[in-house]
């Protein structure tokens, strides 16, 4: 069974603050995937990478993905009250059954005024 | 579009009853979806369709069935309902091929 893990599980923060969540895993995937949830909704796709040491910036949001494919980080520059939702990676094997996706266990995020 | 529609939002259930989830998109995705998620474990693949009549399991199947008549619908169902399946459960569809799932609301089910 692959599994993901998440750090922080929660964080809470002030907002202009920086923060950084890792999601790491012994298995490799042949892409990383980072979604964000609110409360009462499903998970919304923020940014899909594909290749090892990749890095994708979405605002103030950094993604890499590791050299060897095996984890990952999401960086947010200063932080910001609707910045909060709990994060989750998701690690993808690309099968004949679709893109079979391993969830990481999340990170809760609060940012403050 | 409306994407992925779950029904209903939340239901109880108690200990041996049975009931089904809805689950819908308007996409034309070939591929769907049915995750559960229960607190602090991130989410867990129960069963996936790759079209109509063509259904294989996920992670975490047993109690649970699902039947995939037409492209649009893909219905999850509870038999002999228990407490270990107190969750909230998504609905995600995907093209084939395609990484990106979209997710629907979800339904928050309590079995007690």
């Known amino acids: 069974t692959q599994l993901l893990e998440q750090s922080p599980q929660f964080l809470s923060i002030q907002e202009g603050e920086n923060l950084t969540v890792y999601c790491n895993s012994s298995?490799?995937?042949?892409?990383l995937q980072w979604y964000r949830q609110e409360p009462g909704e499903g998970p919304v796709l923020l940014v899909t990478?594909?290749?090892?040491?990749e890095v994708k910036k979405l605002k103030r949001l950094t993604f890499q993905f590791g050299d060897a494919r095996k984890d990952s980080s999401l960086h947010i520059t200063a932080a910001q009250p609707g910045d909060t939702g709990l994060y989750l990676c998701?690690?993808?094997?690309?099968?004949?059954?679709?893109?079979?996706?391993?969830f990481g266990t999340g990170t809760q995020l609060k940012v403050e005024l | 579009n409306a994407g992925v529609t779950q029904t209903p939002k939340f239901r109880i259930l108690k200990i041996g009853q049975s009931m089904t989830l809805q689950c819908a998109q308007d996409?034309?995705?070939?591929?769907m979806y049915w995750y559960r998620q229960d607190p602090g474990m991130g989410l867990k693949l129960i069963y996936y369709?790759?079209?109509?009549?063509?259904?294989d399991k996920g992670e975490v199947p047993n109690g649970y069935n699902v039947s995939r008549s037409t492209t649009e619908d893909f219905p999850l169902r509870l038999e002999l309902a228990a407490p270990s399946q107190t969750s909230v459960y998504f609905c995600?569809?995907?093209?084939?091929?395609?990484?990106?799932?979209?997710f629907g609301p979800g339904t928050r089910l309590t079995v007690t």
């Open positions: 298995s490799v995937f042949s892409s």
């Open positions: 995600a569809s995907g093209l084939a091929g395609a990484r990106e799932q979209y």
């Open positions: 998701a690690g993808g094997i690309l099968t004949g059954g679709g893109n079979k996706l391993t």
């Open positions: 369709s790759v079209g109509a009549g063509i259904t």
């Open positions: 996409m034309n995705h070939n591929y």
């Open positions: 990478v594909v290749t090892g040491g």
